[in-house]
């Protein structure tokens, strides 16, 4: 049974940086992507970045150039760096995991607020 813990949100000023983490757990499974979707009140949920297991990384072009996802096989964690944060960052963020067989697994949510 996969799992997804993630973590790193919080209130940071404009211009700021945070990093989220993913972790994901469990066996045999087959990963084909992970990265993060998120949801602002009143906006449509977004995919902020992704990363296939061959490092393939896509972005939207809002955080483009100032966010960069990575991961770390040895952690089994993929990590979101976010800097230079906007107010319109300000979103919860949910990690994904889709597996090869196009079962999608989310994370439990972490919110980002960008204010000063």
């Known amino acids: 049974q996969v799992q997804l813990v993630e973590s790193g949100g919080g209130l940071v000023q404009p211009g700021g940086s945070l990093r989220l983490s993913c972790a994901a757990s469990?066996?045999?499974?087959?990963?084909?992507?992970m990265g993060w979707y998120r949801q602002a009140p009143g906006k449509q949920r977004e995919l902020v970045a992704s990363i296939t297991m061959s490092d393939s990384t896509d972005y939207s072009d809002s955080v483009k150039g100032r966010f960069a996802i990575s991961r770390d096989n040895a952690k089994n964690t993929v990590y979101l760096q976010m800097n230079t944060l906007k107010p319109e960052d300000t979103a919860a963020y949910y990690c994904?995991?889709?597996?090869?067989?196009?079962?999608?697994?989310w994370g439990q949510g972490t919110q980002v607020t960008v204010s000063s």
């Open positions: 469990g066996s045999s499974i087959s990963i084909a992507a």
């Open positions: 994904f995991l889709r597996t090869i067989w196009l079962r999608t697994t």
